[in-house]
């Protein structure tokens, strides 16, 4: 059976030496208290909860997944206890505002803490992880009186959250939606209709479900113009926030799923359920995006959970299984074979693994710091400056991880051979697992085309600009110029990652004027485009780390010498051995698209 172990090691390094976490939430009233010995007892707290109660959990989750009796959802055993030891414990209100029962701590403490349940048992999180978006939304778009009456009871954890989006006739066009709301004397809406793939859209952890349905009202333009947001509970709620009579919410069917099978994925009908409107009328995607955007930050880290588990599984077995000599020489004399480890192209396997984990880690840690700004900053522009850049990153993070997360989870079957196809060891199931990640929140290729599209040429590249900007002047520091023992060091990082800026920036410009004269560039381009930015945005967080690791060699005192050579080794094998790949992207990307669409659609099969 697979075991986790939370990264606590890894997790001080980035939140002590890196980015500086403490200094980071001085900077906001939410985080005065969070000093050095707070944070490490929250990390305590949470890994403990992780390696015990639910990462045990993750592979009878998977073998007994959910079932569908009576209309009601019977999740697998042991997993509604673990969530209310979760409410027990406080973690659902960590990151909420104290007036709602919130704890009103900064959300990067969140997703930091997030990261360890996710890895331990990515099926279970789905359940409280849904509720974060729901809270999100009603956070930022729900009135007192919404807030008052729903938000309090999903920040305790008394209720879950969703949200409802798919249809069976719409996925990522959301202007195809077709479910109705229409609206009652006494100011709330009937919604009817019916929704897919609905995670967590049932179960039995709690009392209530708050589902956010995406629906139309009488007369609502078409498309995504005549969109509307509303709150639907599964059970109707009074005005003092109890939970009532049935609200004609039902469950049809779970879908039969590759993965995750812990986790109720629901097709749920609507059948003149009672709602109340967010927002205004016809303004339901907009308000729909502080969800999505919530619920992409949370799938991109699944790409990091993948790649942290399968390469803790990885490690462990190349240690212990021998297989055959080593090319340059017996390592191991006293047993009949070397270990898995010894052979170049396992540890050219464990490494991916590595570098994928723990750069991705620090992708999410970067990202947190901006959305703390973005969500508490000092002023209104500072703000606006980190919503901008959570608006570049976020879609390279969700498709770049996910995908980079499958590569790794799928390197760990290949680690163990044989054996890792086989169900007991557990290698498969996050192949399994993480499938989806690539998919719900918006495909890779949606991600990509949010990313060149929207967040560059739409924006004219001036958010693209001001991060490389941000990037040449940490290069900068170590420059030909600079004669220090460190910058002599990191030259080798700084070097290759200088000049890359000057390629992203010149293949950028190129992309878009290419696209002004046809249309397709862009979506040609998009995928390759979205890869090469996040192996850069990676490359980007390694130098940072061995930036600090080196400064950490440097001390006389240097207690965890072992440590931080790794590091920058591991940071040397990314720059030597996964970031040229970018090289063959700029190739594809820029290549033309005439052999894309050369080819007439009846000629595809003959």
Partial sequence: MLEYKAPKREIQFLLKDVFHFEEHYKGFPNGQDLDGE????????????????????NQTGDDESCHLVDGKVITPSGFK?????????????????????????????????????????????MYPGLSHGAMNTLTEHGTEQQKQIFLTKLVEGQWTGTMCLTEPQCGTDLGLVSSKAEPMEDGSYKITGSKIFISAGDHDFTENIIHIVLARTPGAPAGTKGI?????????????????????VHCTALEKKMGIKGSATAVLSF?????YLIGRENKGLTCMFTF??????GTASQGVCAAELSFQGSIKYARERLSMRSLSGTKYPDQVADPLIVHPDVRRMLLTQKAFAEGGRAALYYMGQVLDIKESGATEDARQTADRRLGLLTPILKGFLTEVGLEAANLGIQVYGGHGYIKEW???????DTRIATL????????????????????????LKLFISEIKEFCGKYGPFATSEEAKRMRMFTKPLGILMRQWNFTTMKLMLRASKDRDTAGAASSDYLMYSGYILLAYMWALMAEAALKKLAEPDCKDERFYKAKVKTARFYFDRILPRTKTLVKTMTASNKSLMALPEDDFIF
């Fill in 38 to 57: 707070l944070l490490s007892d929250l990390i305590d707290g949470i890994s403990e909860f992780a390696e015990k109660v639910i990462a045990p959990l």
């Fill in 81 to 125: 206890e673990a969530y209310q030891e979760y409410v027990e414990g406080g973690w659902p209100s960590l990151s909420h505002e104290e007036k709602y029962g919130g704890q009103g701590l900064p959300h990067s403490l969140d997703i930091i803490l997030q990261e360890m349940l996710s890895t331990a048992n990515w099926s279970w999180n």
């Fill in 228 to 248: 509307s947001l509303f709150i639907v509970p599964k059970y109707k709620v009074n005005d003092q926030g109890e939970s009532g009579e049935f609200n004609e």
């Fill in 271 to 275: 059948e003149g359920s009672q709602g």
């Fill in 292 to 297: 999505m955007n919530a619920a992409r930050i």
């Fill in 426 to 432: 557990g290698m498969e199931q996050i192949v399994r």
């Fill in 440 to 463: 719900y929140e918006g495909t890779t290729g949606i991600q990509a085309l949010d990313l060149i599209g929207r967040k560059v040429m739409m924006d004219r590249a001036t958010e």
